[in-house]
């Protein structure tokens, strides 16, 4: 219903009045956004009461980032844009990392600020938070816009929803000035002026041609393989996605966060045999992956000697030969491609020659025997693989709780060790590698999906957003923390030697994380084996309460940088 208020007239006849509050409220309401993510303040303290007054729910953080990490991934979970409001410069300003993390990522978010007076901050004069947030937000996310007239605020949001969520989804920011909210209008001009999206993000269907060619390449090759990336679980085509795959009869490699797209103990799955299929592979067909970082571009030493073809599907026509050539571009959103590509296939496609698939096999059942002893270990303190190998048994029983995770190590080792059963239930630092996505995630997973969480943390990336414990024992969420804890990031065990302060990567040693959550009333624990560990992890995902277990992990377990120490610039000097 519209909010409303009346006011007389010098007539004597009366107006019913609305206000930009609750033309913003509706304009949510009616797009279908009912929840918030964001920290009060002016000048949208009152615009956060109103809101949970009329039903939208608000979950009030510690800090805007944590704010917008969790509006980022409630975007990839969901497919509509999360939402997250801030004050002006400096709470703006905190947001804005995570709305350049969800553009990057292809996640859809609208980070909405409140801003000061336009023609004081225009002129330099000092206002109170002055800052032109539009001019600093434009360069980090699709599309920014500043709304000044009440009679704009419907047709602004459907722009931002529009953006964030078609084509390539991404952040759009939304800049609503203090003055705003209290301009009023007549209340049923106000209710006209409301727009309600219509297809939000229109199907884009690839062209006849393009899925002809994709397949007459995949049909070419001698040994294929299939990369699926985020953007194929963000589309949520997960029937049509294993169908594909299934069919094409192809090892496949996920991405991190597409781990569970297709289940990790899948026969396909090449995650074990990830090098070898990457270097021996001669047409490698990427859905909704790029060939950025993630994937050495495409080139170099990880690919091999073997010369290969490339099949890309995405939404983004420019994606397209980023890195190195493309010889099937297949351009249109994951669910219409991956359908038209089975269309097209018939029922006769014949599978990839034996002798490929034998070799990815042996490969992958080899490094699985490898590790699964290291998996098996009590040792206390614990090391990495021991601590893994509770947590994966864990998640293997429990397929459709949500995994978040970050850290170095602590990412690395749990993401190869961790298997996967269903589609986007691994959340994890994305395409930055950024540290501080943990606990925003974590809380939009609970309040998404109502499904419990497990928060895998290094004990340097968990205190990129700690704080947030408050925020999830103020909600009671169902959320177990783990925090790794080896003394620092990467190890423990480094030492300045030139001085009485600490090494730059060491943190207070023995630190007790589990008493941070008992500040709150959650429930703490300290883990010293793997015994331990997945006594604490199993209370805390059966009773679904806040919990932090702080598990000891020994300080000289880790590597530099986890799995990508090679990404380090070394000093000529050093190695003198
Ligand atoms: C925002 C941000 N700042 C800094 C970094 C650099 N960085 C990468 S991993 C990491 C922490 C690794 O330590 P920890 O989380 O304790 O994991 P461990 O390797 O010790 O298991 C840091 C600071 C980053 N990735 N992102
Ligand atoms: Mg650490």
Known sequence: MLNTATKTEASGAEQELTDGFHLVI?????????TIYGVPGIPVTDLGRMMQAEGIRVLSFRHEQNAGYAAAIAGFLTKKPGVCLTVSAPGFLNGLTALAHATTNCFPMILVSGSSEREIVDLQQGDYEEMDQLAVA?????????????????????????????????????????????????????????????????????????????????????????????????????????????????PFLPMSMAKGLL???????????????LKDADVVMLIGARLNWLLSHGKGKTWGEAPKKFIQVDIEPREMDSNVEIAAPVVGDIGSCVEALLEAMGNNWTAPPADWLDAVKTKRDDNVAKMAPRL???????DYHGALGVLRTIIKERPDAILVNEGANTLDLARGVIDMYQPRKRLDVGTWGVMGVGMGS??????????????????????????????ICRYGLPICIVIFNNDGIYRGTDVNSAGADPATTVFVKGARYDKMMEAFGGIGVNATSPDELKRAVNAAMDSGKPTLINAVIDPAAGSESGRIGNLNPQSVLKKK
Do not use: W
């Open 442 to 471: 974590a809380i939009a997973a609970a309040i998404e999906t109502h499904k419990p969480v497990l928060a895998v943390e290094g004990d340097s990336a968990f205190g990129f957003s700690g704080m947030e414990v408050e925020t």
């Open 376 to 382: 098996m270990n009590n040792n206390s303190p614990m």
């Open 263 to 277: 289940p990790d103990l899948h026969p396909q799955c090449a995650g074990a045999a990830r090098s070898t299929v």
């Open 138 to 250: 434009k360069p980090l996310c699709k599309a920014a816009f500043r709304v000044l007239h009440a009679q704009d605020i419907g047709i602004v949001f459907a722009r931002a929803i529009r953006a964030a969520v078609s084509g390539r989804p991404g952040g759009v920011y939304l800049d609503l000035p203090a003055k705003l909210f209290g301009q009023v209008m007549n209340a049923q001009a106000g209710a006209k002026s409301l727009v309600k999206v219509i297809d939000p993000a229109p199907a884009q269907i690839p062209a006849p041609s393009a899925v002809k060619r994709a397949l007459d390449v995949l049909k070419s090759a001698k040994r294929p393989l299939i990369i699926l990336g985020k953007g194929a679980a963000y589309a949520q085509a997960d029937d049509a996605i294993r169908a594909f795959v299934e069919k094409a009869g192809a």
């Open 26 to 34: 509706d304009a949510l309401k009616l797009n279908g956004i009912h």
